[in-house]
């Protein structure tokens, strides 16, 4: 079980769009269809923001939207907010009940 | 709402036992179809899948963990619990307890606030 890759840090401006990538396997992210996404505050419990690859719980604003090609999935948070300045982690099912995350993304509203 | 609050002891001892318990409210542990979980957090690290408990019985671990992770659950205290054993300082990490839906495919969604556990030397 290796930890999915994701870039080490993102930022971008008020309004803008910021993209992390989250890559796996054809055991993890390119074998299943369950990618989720993960917003953590440091201090704070983390919140899910997107699973089943493409789908937001009851809450979440559409402002953030998911997607997988292949082996790579991929977090879009459109017109960034100052309050959406945190640490991300992708994680995906393998099978067995087990997951696996993701390196984690620093994104930065600049 | 379903709270969940983890407890345990914040120091453990380089190859002692690490034991850890989440207490949960505003629900029950028995109810039908949901996993309870353990993710930990290491310093300056990622999240890392520990492992699950149906409300079944039925457990999970991660298999990089397996040989040192028992998780159970005392539905007449609706809590879960985690042991750890042989710890070393690599397991120095925040512990957080999380619960999903067996309808979803996911860690959790709802979490803990975490538990810092340091293990000394």
């Not at chain 2, 969940?4 to 989440?22: F, I, M």
């Not at chain 2, 512990?95 to 969604?109: F, I």
Request: hydrophobic share 25%; with cysteine; charged share 15%.
């Amino acid at each position: 079980q290796s930890a999915l890759t994701q870039p080490p840090s993102a930022s971008g401006s008020p309004g803008q769009s910021v993209t992390i990538s989250c890559t796996g396997t054809s055991s993890d992210v390119g074998g299943y269809n369950y990618v989720s996404w993960y917003q953590h505050h440091p201090g704070k419990a983390p919140k899910l923001m997107i699973y089943d690859v493409t789908k937001r719980p009851s809450g979440v604003p559409d402002r953030f939207s998911g997607s997988k090609s292949g082996n790579t999935a991929s977090l879009t948070v459109s017109g960034l907010q100052a309050e959406d300045e945190a640490d991300y982690y992708c994680s995906s099912y393998e099978g067995s009940n087990n997951y696996v995350f993701g390196t984690g993304t620093k994104v930065s509203v600049l | 709402q379903l709270q969940l609050q983890e407890s345990g002891p914040g120091l453990v001892k380089s190859s002692e036992t690490l034991s850890l318990t989440c207490t949960v409210s505003g629900g029950s542990i028995s109810s039908s179809n949901y996993y309870w979980a353990w993710i930990r957090q290491r310093p300056g690290k990622g999240l890392e899948w520990i492992g699950s408990i149906y409300y079944s019985g039925s457990t999970y671990y991660n298999p990089s963990l397996k040989s040192r992770v028992t998780i159970s659950a005392d539905t007449s205290k609706n809590q879960f619990s985690l042991i750890l054993k042989s710890v070393t300082a690599a397991d120095t990490a925040l512990y957080y307890c999380a619960r999903r839906s067996g309808t979803y495919y996911h860690p959790g969604y709802y979490w803990g606030q975490g538990t810092l556990v340091t293990v000394s030397s």
